[in-house]
């Protein structure tokens, strides 16, 4: 996809979570407007970073590499960029990425059919597998600071 069709897509996206954010959240599109507009640049740059680094990693490692070192307690400007972004509720976010994803799937619902079975066998595999994986790692944290 060329960065200009993904940054319409962003755009389109951001819109649709403000909006979401507002309905769900009540919060004012205004107060969340700037951590939303710093998630898509971070998102942006990060596909940008994807076409110009000469290196076969998916464009995500960028994104989210590149929120995290911007996050990190001690970068200039960190503070300020997470009281913005913490305006923005995280559910606002999923409607349209996932509806996005759905509407994705359902384009590509012929090479889904061709993988037959075994797609499912694997998602189930996979999706029990983080799910064990994540109870484990809360269960370790909780017990190291004894709150279980």
Known sequence: MKLRDS??????TALISLIGNFVGMSTSPIEALPGMLILSFIAIAGLALSQVIPLKIPSVAYIVTLATVITVPGFPGAAVITDYVSKVNFLALCTPILAYAG???????DSLK???WRIFVLAVVVITGTFIGSAIIANVVLKMLGQI
Not at 7 to 12: A, G, R, S
Not at 103 to 109: R, S
């Open 103 to 109: 509407i994705y799937t359902g384009k590509n619902i």
């Open 114 to 116: 061709k993988t037959g």
């Open 7 to 12: 940054f319409i897509v962003i755009l389109i």
